[in-house]
């Protein structure tokens, strides 16, 4: 039984080792779509979502919320290529996106385009912060 337990020790030890050089949870040769890509997806809906805002056009914003929530999967999905701080940053943003565009939605279905701009509002600092962390994510994907 001692036998058994210093055996034990020693696993436990190996592992405690190999720990700290774990911050990275995901294999980055494995990236189905780069950051960057990402990042654009995230530009081109935001300015569509800017666009019909700025005309009025409320009920194009449902479709164009779906393409963001499409956008932000596709960020998290990738988010286990980028170290621990930065995904547990990313995942943070993209809950406050969501939720955001949740309430753009129940907006727009109201035609409300004072709260509809009010919630396109505080959307804007947290997709620029999405975007901060992609930017950053790519450039250590691609120096690699």
């Not at 286990?80 to 406050?96: G, K, P, Q, V």
């Not at 129940?106 to 509809?116: F, I, K």
């Amino acid at each position: 039984m001692r036998v058994g337990g210093r055996l034990g020790y020693r696993v436990l030890f190996a592992v405690l080792l190999v720990a700290p050089s774990c911050q990275w949870a995901g294999d980055q040769s494995a990236a189905k779509a780069s950051f960057a890509v990402i990042r654009q997806q995230i530009d081109d809906v935001g300015g569509r979502i800017t666009t019909a805002i700025q005309n009025g056009e409320a009920d194009r914003i449902p479709s164009l919320d779906r393409d963001m929530n499409a956008a932000l999967d596709a960020a998290k999905n990738q988010s286990s290529a980028m170290n621990l701080m930065d995904r547990e940053h990313l995942n943070i943003n993209l809950a406050t996106a969501k939720q955001c565009l949740s309430g753009m939605d129940r907006y727009a279905q109201t035609g409300d385009m004072d709260l509809l701009r009010a919630q396109a509002a505080q959307l804007t600092p947290t997709i620029s912060e999405i975007r901060v962390l992609l930017d950053r994510a790519d450039r250590i994907a691609t120096a690699k």
